[in-house]
């Protein structure tokens, strides 16, 4: 039985938020889908409200904290990422818009992403499509087809758009199983002797 390395990013504001719900639903579906196929996950979450000030340094001055590098390096040796986005002014929040910045594509190429976002009403469900889907094409992602948008509305009974939770943590499980494993590249494997540098 395979451990998979889950990360979680959520660019909620409040404690607790619905950003949060929503990541830890689609977090929960992942788990419970790879669980069918006889795999486990082990999931990290990171609240990007807790990074901000640190982001916003590296981006300014490109100092990155030992937070922040922490991160990053946990994003980058994932096996895949979900990313919860709440919407504000109709688009991507900053906070996560910020962290996202700091990536390369070489840094997420083929990783597997499952994308959702809040907001207050429906009218605001593209931003997956038209905000946020595109800056995970520009960084050569593998998105999952389902994107989760939950209104504030759709928490009344507690779970949120279930139907959709569902299919998309299958279609992200699916992913990581397909995707080939990616072997961590040793900084000395291509060492050249010293004696050779002294010739």
């Known amino acids: 039985m395979t451990t998979h390395q889950l990360v979680v990013l959520t660019g909620g504001m409040g404690q607790p ?21 006889e ?37 980058i ?20 818009k910020s962290f996202l910045d700091l990536f390369t594509p070489d840094d997420l190429t083929g990783k597997p992403v499952l994308l959702g976002a ?8 593209l931003v997956l499509e038209y905000a946020l889907r595109p800056i995970f094409t520009h960084l050569r992602t593998w998105t ?12 009344g009974s507690g779970a949120g758009p279930t139907e959709r939770i569902r299919r998309a943590g299958g279609e992200l499980a699916e992913l990581i199983m397909s995707r080939p494993q990616r072997k961590q590249a ?14």
Not at 50 to 65: F, I, K, P, Y
Not at 186 to 199: E, I, K
Request: proline residues 4%; without cysteine.
């Open 77 to 96: 040796a994932a096996d895949a990422l979900i990313v919860v986005n709440p919407v504000f002014n109709g688009g991507v929040s900053g906070i996560v």
């Open 17 to 37: 938020s619905t950003s949060r719900l929503l990541a830890d639903r689609l977090a929960d579906a992942v788990r419970e889908s790879l669980a069918l196929r």
């Open 186 to 199: 040793d900084p000395y494997d291509d060492v050249v002797p010293f004696a050779q540098l002294l010739g």
């Open 39 to 75: 795999e486990q996950v082990e999931v990290t979450v990171f609240e990007l409200r807790e990074l901000a000030h640190d982001t916003t340094r590296a981006l300014v001055n490109q100092m990155e904290s030992e937070a922040l590098l922490a991160a990053k390096q946990a994003v």
């Open 118 to 125: 809040t907001g207050g009403s429906e009218r605001h469900s």
């Open 144 to 155: 999952a087809p389902t994107g989760v948008f939950a209104a504030t509305g759709d928490w």
